[in-house]
C-alpha cells in the first residue's frame, strides 16, 4: 500500500501517522519527490481501513499495490534511484561502463587492464575473483589471491572495482570491494541474497536464465528488505531457442524496468552474446534504449584467457566502443534537452 501526502503537509502529522502505523507492524519507506511524499507501506496491510487513512487532513490518495515486490516498485519510489560508487555515480543520467577480465589472472594483467579501460572511458573496474562455472573442469578464478589483485588495481587507478561473490561464506573477503555482483545463476540464491541484504555495499544483481521480470525483482526485493537499497540490475540475456548466441539479449528490459521500478539498469552484452564481435553493436543497443550503463569483458590476450576468451574484446577494440558509448550518450541527453 501507498500513502500520497498532500503538499504541504503537516510534519507532525505525519510523524504521527507513521507511529500509529509503526504500532500496526507496518514497515514504513519514505520516498520525498519533487511534488509528493510518498510512505510506502509494507506488511499486513489488510487491517488498515483505507477509508480512514484517505479521510485524514494530510493525506491526497490512498492506493493498494497488487504486485508483490514493494521496495523495488516505483510506485513505492516515483524518483529514479541513484547510487553513489565511490567518486562516481549509477543512474541519475550518468553512463556507467564497469569494465575487465572475466578473470583476473595476475596483478600485471589486473593493472595493466584497469589503466587501459580507465583511458579509455571506463568508470569501474571489473573483474573475476571467484567465478560460477557450467563445467567443474573449468577455471575458477584465484580466489582470494584474486581480490589481492582487483585491490592493487584500485590502488593504480582509483577506479572502484566489481566483483562476483558466490557463497555466503566469502562475505567476510569482500569488505574491501566496492561493488558486490550476484551472479545469473545465484539470482534466486536466497542466503545470499539476504546477506548481501544486510551489508551496505551496493549489489549488480544479474538476471537469471530464465527469470522473468517480476522474478528477477523479487530478488532485488530480498536484498532491499534486508536494508540495502543500493541495487543496480543487470540484463545479461536469456535462455530462448536460439543456439547461435549464447543467450539471447533482451533490450526490451531497459524500458519496461525503468516503468516498474525505480532501480538503475545496467546491459551485460558480454555474456548475452557469448561473441565478441556482437558487443558493440548490443551496447550501443542498450545505450539507445536507456540502460544507465554497460558492463563489458576486456582482456589484454583474449586468445589465451583463462575464462571466456571468445566473448572478451580486446583492449584495442574496448578504445572505440567507449568513445562512441560515451559520444552517443551525450547526443541522447542533448536531445532530451531540446524536448
Given at each position: ?105 595476475s ?9 587501459a ?10 573483474g ?22 582487483l ?9 572502484p ?24 545463476r ?138 562512441k ?15
Amino acid at each position: 500500500m501507498i500513502v500520497v501526502l498532500k503538499p504541504n503537509h503537516n510534519p507532525s502529522q505525519m510523524e504521527s501517522l507513521i507511529s500509529w502505523l509503526r504500532e500496526k507492524n507496518i514497515t514504513i519507506h519514505t520516498s520525498v519527490g519533487q511534488a509528493n511524499t510518498i510512505l510506502g507501506l509494507v506488511g499486513d496491510t489488510s487491517q488498515l481501513d483505507v477509508d480512514l487513512i484517505a479521510a485524514l487532513d494530510i493525506v491526497e490518495d490512498v492506493k493498494r499495490v497488487q504486485e508483490p515486490y514493494k521496495n523495488a516498485n516505483r510506485k513505492f519510489h516515483p524518483e529514479d534511484t541513484v547510487i553513489q560508487v565511490g567518486n562516481t555515480q549509477v543512474g541519475g543520467g550518468n553512463l556507467t561502463i564497469m569494465a575487465g577480465p572475466c578473470s583476473v589472472e595476475s596483478e600485471e594483467q589486473a593493472v595493466a587492464v584497469a589503466k587501459a579501460v580507465k583511458a579509455a572511458g571506463a568508470t569501474m573496474f571489473r573483474g573475476g575473483a571467484f567465478n560460477s562455472r557450467t563445467s567443474p573442469y573449468a577455471f575458477w578464478g584465484m580466489g582470494e589471491r584474486g581480490l589481492a589483485y582487483l585491490k592493487a588495481a584500485r590502488d593504480e587507478t582509483g577506479l572502484p572495482i566489481v566483483t562476483e561473490l558466490t557463497d555466503i561464506n566469502q562475505l567476510a573477503l569482500f569488505r574491501d570491494v566496492d561493488v558486490i555482483q550476484i551472479g545469473t545463476r545465484n539470482m534466486q540464491n536466497v542466503d545470499l541474497l539476504k546477506a548481501v541484504g544486510h551489508q551496505d555495499k551496493p549489489v549488480v544483481l544479474k538476471r537469471g536464465r530464465s527469470a522473468t521480470y517480476e522474478e528477477w525483482l523479487m530478488s532485488a526485493e530480498y536484498i532491499m528488505a534486508g536494508g540495502n537499497e543500493n541495487v543496480i540490475l543487470c540484463e545479461r540475456g536469456i535462455r530462448t531457442f536460439e543456439s547461435y548466441t549464447r543467450n539471447t539479449l533482451d533490450l526490451a528490459s531497459i524500458p519496461v524496468l525503468r516503468r516498474l521500478t525505480h532501480l538503475p539498469v545496467i546491459v551485460d552484452p558480454s555474456h548475452a552474446t557469448g561473441k565478441y564481435w556482437l558487443v558493440d553493436s548490443l551496447a550501443m543497443g542498450a545505450v539507445a534504449a536507456g540502460a544507465d550503463g554497460v558492463q563489458i569483458e576486456v582482456h589484454n590476450d583474449p586468445a589465451h584467457a583463462l575464462c571466456d576468451g571468445p566473448l572478451a574484446l580486446k583492449l584495442d577494440a574496448f578504445t572505440p566502443l567507449a568513445g562512441k558509448l560515451l559520444a552517443l550518450h551525450a547526443a541522447l541527453k542533448g536531445m532530451e534537452g531540446q524536448a
